[in-house]
């Protein structure tokens, strides 16, 4: 089936960089002619650059790649800096998941360990993952759904978050620029993260490496608008050393080495 076989070669070029034509075939088991086909269409939507003889993600600024395929990037430091942020979660607190990748592994740690708390979330895949969930109470915002990142968006979602205060919120980010804004290629996604930040007592970032220095068109909000930042040991000495000096509460997460290797 097509958005099948879209994932496995979103999927694989985001492991691997870069695929040739033939390992892509390899991996989404379909002929040459089709994956040739597949990677016109995505490169179309702005997904994927071809390559002479394959294809890499594409690497243009503001683009969103698909939800699955961003869920695997940097993998181990969204683990590691998940872990962070659950030793932060007080039972018995109201606590604010937004739509984020490197929060979705926060969600799955609350699976698998439970806490008494009052979760909101504007995260379809979010509330697939603490459905059920014993001793948690969760909430999914109603609003306009945004296919491309799983989420629920829009005046209605704002609305909502607008008569509720939350003690602590958790909000990824897609990019932290060098002017110190926290930027996402969505302009409903920005507007329903600003609302968030504006109804919320404790504010953490969670943000690989990888995202800050990075550029996304809509700006959410200045870095002062939060109270903490967790990142992974990639962040370098002068990101911490600004952190600090914005005021904010900092906290480092280690990826293993091992696991540094498969990320």
């Not at 969600?107 to 603490?130: D, G, H, M, Y």
Request: proline residues 3%.
């Amino acid at each position: 089936m097509q958005p099948d076989r879209d994932t496995v070669i979103r999927q694989h070029l985001y492991t691997k960089g870069q695929a040739s034509i033939q390992e892509l075939a390899e991996v989404a088991h379909a002929s040459l002619a089709t994956i040739r086909r597949d990677l016109l269409r995505l490169e179309d939507k702005g997904m994927v650059e071809r390559t002479h003889g394959g294809a890499r993600i594409a690497g243009k600024v503001g683009l969103e790649v698909a939800f699955e395929a961003r869920e695997l990037q940097n993998i181990a430091a969204k683990k590691a800096i998940a872990q962070a942020a659950y030793s932060r979660l007080q039972p018995g607190t109201s606590v604010m998941l937004d739509a984020g990748s490197t929060v979705l592994q926060l969600a799955r740690l609350l699976r698998v360990a439970p806490l008494p708390l009052t979760v909101f979330t504007n995260s379809l895949v979010v509330v697939q993952t603490l459905n059920g969930v014993e001793d948690l109470r969760l909430t999914l915002l109603g609003g306009q759904v945004r296919p491309e990142n799983h989420s629920v968006v829009g005046p209605i979602a704002e609305a909502t978050i607008d008569r509720l205060w939350f003690d602590q919120l958790f909000l990824g980010a897609s990019a932290v620029q060098d002017d110190g804004t926290l930027s996402t290629p969505d302009a409903a996604e920005a507007s329903i993260n600003l609302r968030m930040l504006q109804r919320a007592t404790r504010r953490c970032i969670l943000a690989d490496a990888t995202k800050f220095g990075q550029t996304a068109t809509y700006g959410v909000a200045k870095l002062e608008a939060a109270t903490n930042v967790i990142s992974d040991s990639g962040l370098d000495a002068r990101w911490r050393a600004r952190l600090a000096d914005c005021g904010l509460d900092v906290t480092i997460a280690d990826v293993p080495a091992d696991e540094t290797a498969h990320a």
